[in-house]
């Protein structure tokens, strides 16, 4: 998960200007103590297994998450593994489509 | 400083609440306020951490209940009645009430939009040799300057482990202070959730920052 605690530093030339969820005080606040709940108010659960990682953007290096590709989507090719991408999935705060939604 | 704009940690802001339609704007002035802001950018009156600083300077009520581009106004304003490029009663009055002042560089032009619209790069040659490497053990300092600084307070004090060098970059304490870019070596910290958060933090998660140098010491 990709966040800037200090104002709302975002990878702008690559994924556009950034929604207000993610400039606002909640998520800022949040994102580095309880992403988990940050997980939770966007519908994601994740396995308590699973390892979170977060970035804050503290310096001018900029982040973003490369999705991990969904089961069942190996010989995809990457105009088809395109369309499962969302904003919110690089960001981290999301997961690629299901695949099959874009099939 | 040690001011509002540090967010990382505090309770209380509420849950996170994505918008369903999402626009980019929610006021046409706001996207005004965005091209004046990049415009502005081609003269270089300031640099990105000097703006920052702008925004942290404001007073903590201000600064909580005004959105995201209600401070970028009053930052430029503020900024451009400092460096002397308009004057207060100029503001007031809505209008130039004196000759524009000389610019470093002729008036913004429509060839200057692709510039503005591109990031700019914050990497310099390293001044000396990075002090620490990949897999270090690190502490952030417990530093608490009064005036611009990158490390957020959840981060200092803290052990972590270096994670990556990004080479030497432009160090925001000393650029927003106007003391030059006085490049130091940044890098990627890791650091363990109960480092950070203590015994009740969220299981399985690790927080990385970019820290400079300046902010790290040996653990």
């Given at each position: 998960?990709?966040?800037?605690?200090?104002?709302?530093?975002?990878?702008?030339?690559?994924?556009?200007?950034?929604?207000?969820?993610?400039?606002?005080?909640?998520?800022r606040?949040?994102?580095?103590?309880?992403?988990?709940?940050?997980?939770?108010?966007?519908?994601?659960?994740?396995?308590?297994?699973?390892?979170?990682?977060?970035?804050?953007?503290?310096?001018?290096?900029?982040?973003?998450?490369?999705?991990?590709?969904?089961?069942?989507?190996?010989?995809?090719?990457?105009?088809?593994l395109?369309?499962?991408?969302?904003?919110?999935?690089?960001?981290?705060?999301?997961?690629?489509?299901?695949?099959?939604?874009?099939? | 400083?040690?001011?509002?704009?540090?967010?990382?940690?505090?309770?209380?802001?509420?849950?996170?609440?994505?918008?369903a339609?999402e626009?980019?704007?929610?006021?046409?002035?706001?996207?005004?306020?965005?091209?004046?802001?990049?415009?502005?950018?081609?003269?270089?009156?300031?640099?990105?951490?000097?703006?920052?600083?702008?925004?942290?300077?404001?007073?903590?009520?201000?600064?909580?209940?005004?959105?995201?581009?209600?401070?970028?106004?009053?930052?430029?304003?503020?900024?451009?009645?400092?460096?002397?490029?308009?004057?207060?009663?100029?503001?007031?009055?809505?209008?130039?009430?004196?000759?524009?002042?000389?610019?470093?560089?002729?008036?913004?032009?429509?060839?200057?939009?692709?510039?503005?619209?591109?990031?700019?790069?914050?990497?310099r040659?390293?001044?000396?040799?990075?002090?620490?490497?990949?897999?270090?053990?690190?502490?952030?300092?417990?530093?608490?300057?009064?005036?611009?600084?990158?490390?957020?307070?959840y981060?200092?004090?803290?052990?972590?482990?270096?994670?990556?060098?990004?080479?030497?970059?432009?160090?925001?304490?000393?650029?927003?202070?106007?003391?030059?870019?006085?490049?130091?070596?940044?890098?990627?910290?890791?650091?363990?959730?109960?480092?950070?958060?203590?015994?009740?933090?969220?299981?399985?998660?690790?927080?990385?920052?970019?820290?400079?140098?300046p902010?790290?010491?040996?653990?």
């Amino acid at each position: 998960m990709i966040v800037c605690t200090l104002c709302s530093c975002y990878p702008t030339d690559v994924l556009g200007l950034p929604p207000t969820w993610y400039k606002s005080f909640a998520y800022r606040s949040r994102a580095v103590k309880q992403p988990r709940a940050v997980l939770a108010d966007f519908g994601v659960t994740l396995p308590v297994e699973t390892e979170i990682r977060v970035w804050d953007s503290t310096a001018e290096t900029r982040y973003l998450v490369v999705p991990m590709r969904p089961a069942g989507t190996e010989r995809w090719g990457e105009a088809q593994l395109a369309k499962l991408v969302t904003r919110d999935s690089m960001v981290g705060t999301g997961l690629p489509k299901n695949p099959s939604e874009v099939a | 400083m040690d001011g509002v704009h540090d967010m990382g940690g505090t309770d209380g802001f509420g849950k996170v609440e994505p918008e369903a339609n999402e626009p980019v704007f929610h006021h046409r002035w706001e996207g005004r306020v965005l091209a004046m802001s990049r415009a502005i950018g081609v003269f270089r009156a300031w640099t990105i951490d000097t703006s920052r600083y702008a925004i942290e300077l404001m007073a903590p009520s201000f600064y909580l209940s005004r959105s995201y581009y209600e401070k970028w106004f009053l930052r430029n304003q503020n900024l451009l009645i400092e460096r002397g490029l308009i004057d207060a009663d100029e503001v007031a009055a809505g209008r130039a009430l004196r000759p524009a002042k000389n610019l470093s560089r002729g008036p913004f032009s429509l060839a200057d939009v692709d510039k503005v619209t591109r990031r700019g790069s914050y990497g310099r040659p390293a001044p000396a040799a990075a002090q620490f490497k990949v897999g270090d053990r690190v502490r952030t300092r417990n530093i608490h300057p009064t005036t611009h600084t990158r490390l957020p307070r959840y981060a200092r004090g803290r052990v972590g482990v270096v994670e990556r060098l990004h080479g030497a970059h432009i160090f925001p304490d000393s650029a927003a202070a106007g003391k030059g870019e006085d490049p130091q070596w940044l890098y990627t910290v890791r650091f363990d959730a109960q480092e950070l958060w203590g015994p009740d933090a969220e299981a399985k998660l690790k927080v990385s920052i970019e820290a400079f140098e300046p902010y790290l010491e040996r653990a």
